[in-house]
């Protein structure tokens, strides 16, 4: 049962660009939601979190947007650099309980020149 | 400072065989997580230790075990390896176990 989905395995974007991850999840009980961006090799890197108590974030480049009644989240990168190309997943937790995370399967993102 | 570290980076291991892995938090934190990443999946939480307890454990067998440290290292402990035990072991730690996770860059462990 996967209750966070990245329905989307891939994207492409040029260089300067918007890029845009989606992520659906089904447990309404989650509230709190994180972005990770993983190079190979290495392990995820945070990038960028949400509360349930907001629907937008912005660090940067980086903003997640969080529509609770659809259960959807987005993450949008403005504008894109060739060095964003990684894969990136979306996590969930429970309230208070940021101890286990449920991640997706990831959307492996290539930025071209 | 120093990020999570983990140990060894790859691993070749045979079915029935028995393994560990080490992870050393980042300083100051004193929560440690495992999750497993098999090829095509994404990351699935197996254990939260947190000052020396087990706090939480994903849907693994028991044959998944593992322990924290008084200085909060942890180990990860697998017992009569399977072949669909060949995965990437992450480790993460964080202040609490309701702060942002930080992850190592995992152990690839392979099965044959």
Known sequence: DQQVKQNS???SVQEGRISILNCDYT????D?????KKYPAEG???LISIS??????????????????AKHLSLHIVPSQPGDSAVY??????AGTASKLTFGTGTRLQVML | EAGVTQSPTHL???RGQQVTLRCSPISGHTSVYWYQQALGLGLQFLLWYDEGEERNRGNFPPRFSGRQFPNYSSELNVNALELEDSALYLCASSLGGTDTQYFGPGTRLTVL
């Open chain 2, 12 to 14: 070749i291991k045979t």
């Open chain 1, 89 to 94: 997943f979306c996590a969930a937790s429970r």
């Open chain 1, 27 to 30: 447990n309404s009980m989650f």
């Open chain 1, 52 to 69: 349930s108590i907001k629907d937008k974030n912005e660090d940067g480049r980086f903003t997640v947007f969080l529509n609770k009644s």
């Open chain 1, 32 to 36: 709190y939601f994180l972005w990770y």
């Open chain 1, 44 to 46: 995820p890197t945070f």
């Open chain 1, 9 to 11: 395995p891939s994207l």
